[in-house]
Every structure is written in structure tokens, then in C-alpha cells.
């Protein structure tokens, strides 16, 4: 009874994110990555709609978009993709995440690049799908 009441008086004071955090920190990392879903949207302007279980955090998913940029970006004979925008949801234990970015054939200008041929390598290394 005793550790239920400093259970309840860690929650009420904000601590339980640590507790949490500490015990998914211990947990094996075992993702399930779902098929990726791709939309040309204009040209050099590409959608993502990635969906993965397992993911540890935000990070893991736009990670795994990232990745999905990467392998798309090569397909097309391109060498960079210039990250847009990345809306994140997560019901169930799934996390989604519907990301745009542009691909370009020489380095675009901007802070938010992806060079496809070392994403993909380091994707590959990572055990993270590409397109």
C-alpha cells in the first residue's frame, strides 16, 4: 500500500515522466515498419505517409521518413531532399507520420538536407527501410 501512495504522490507532482521514461529506456528497441505511401505532389514536391509500432519516440518515426525520403530521392536519380514539413499522430501504438519534402538533383538551399546516398547507407546500417 505503501508504494501506492509514493506512486500517486509522484504523479501529482510531475516526477512519473521519469519513472516512465526509465522503464522504456530498459526496453528492447524491436520496430514493425509499415509500407510506406508515396504521392508526387508537383514535380520535385513528394508526400511520405509512414506508419511504424514499436517506435521509441518522435525521432524513430521521422527517422523512418527520412529513410522513405532517402530511398525515393535515389530512385529518381536525384541527390537531395530538402525536409518541408512533418505532421505526427499516434493512436494505438502506431505512429504516423505525413511528411512533404522536396527532391533536387544539385544541394538546395536550406537547413533541413537530407544527401539521399549517405541517409540511405546509414538507413541500411540501421535496419530502417527506403523506398
Not at 103 to 117: K, V, Y
Not at 119 to 128: F, H, L, P, Q, W
Amino acid at each position: 500500500m505503501r508504494g501506492g501512495l509514493v506512486c500517486a504522490a509522484l504523479l501529482l507532482s510531475g516526477c512519473a515522466d521519469v519513472l516512465v521514461q526509465d522503464v522504456h529506456e530498459g526496453a528492447p528497441f524491436n520496430p514493425t515498419y509499415q509500407p510506406v505511401e508515396t504521392a508526387l505532389l508537383d514535380g520535385d514536391l513528394v508526400q511520405f505517409t509512414v506508419s511504424m509500432r514499436g517506435a521509441r519516440n518522435e525521432e524513430d518515426v521521422t527517422g523512418f521518413a527520412d529513410c522513405a525520403a532517402a530511398g525515393y530521392t535515389q530512385i529518381r536519380a536525384y541527390e537531395f531532399a530538402r525536409h518541408l514539413r512533418t505532421n505526427l499522430t499516434r493512436r494505438g501504438g502506431v505512429w504516423r507520420a505525413d511528411a512533404i519534402y522536396t527532391i533536387s538533383p544539385q544541394r538546395p538551399a536550406g537547413t533541413f538536407l537530407i544527401d539521399a546516398r549517405q541517409t540511405v547507407a546509414d538507413c541500411k546500417r540501421d535496419g530502417i527501410p527506403t523506398v
